[in-house]
């Protein structure tokens, strides 16, 4: 499967965006799907991640009541609504993707495809 992300962009600290995965090649409704990011000089790290059908979800401590993430296999989507932001949120943000029995991972080499990033500047 093939993923584009895309929605990034610059935004004032208390503003929102929503970033978007598309997918192609496969359909999306066989993958787990995830949400990382990787601000400069530090490791990616874990934002939210999303079972197969929607119903289960995941969120990184620090983005816990201001992301969500969701899903629309219809139209081979995901996407990840993120509100209050702030400016330790500014990162590249990468969408991801997995096979596997269990319902969703935090873990990031748990995910074996990668869109290619797309970056989220917040200013103060």
């Known amino acids: 499967v093939q993923l584009q992300a895309s929605g990034g962009g610059l935004v004032q600290a208390g503003g929102s965006l929503r970033l978007s995965c598309a997918a192609s090649?496969?359909?999306?409704?066989?993958?787990?799907m995830g949400w990382f990011r990787q601000a400069p000089g530090k490791e990616r790290e874990f934002v939210a991640t999303?079972?197969?059908?929607?119903?289960?979800?995941d969120y990184a401590d620090s983005v816990k009541g201001r992301f969500t993430i969701s899903r629309d296999n219809a139209k081979n989507t995901v996407h990840l609504e993120m509100t209050s932001l702030k400016p330790e949120d500014t990162a590249v943000y990468y969408c991801?993707?997995?096979?596997?029995?269990?319902?969703?991972?935090?873990?990031?080499?748990?995910?074996?495809?990668w869109g290619q990033g797309t970056l989220v500047t917040v200013s103060s």
């Open positions: 991801a993707a997995f096979t596997h029995l269990r319902p969703i991972s935090t873990n990031v080499n748990d995910y074996r495809y």
């Open positions: 090649g496969r359909t999306l409704n066989s993958y787990i």
């Open positions: 999303i079972s197969r059908s929607g119903g289960t979800t």
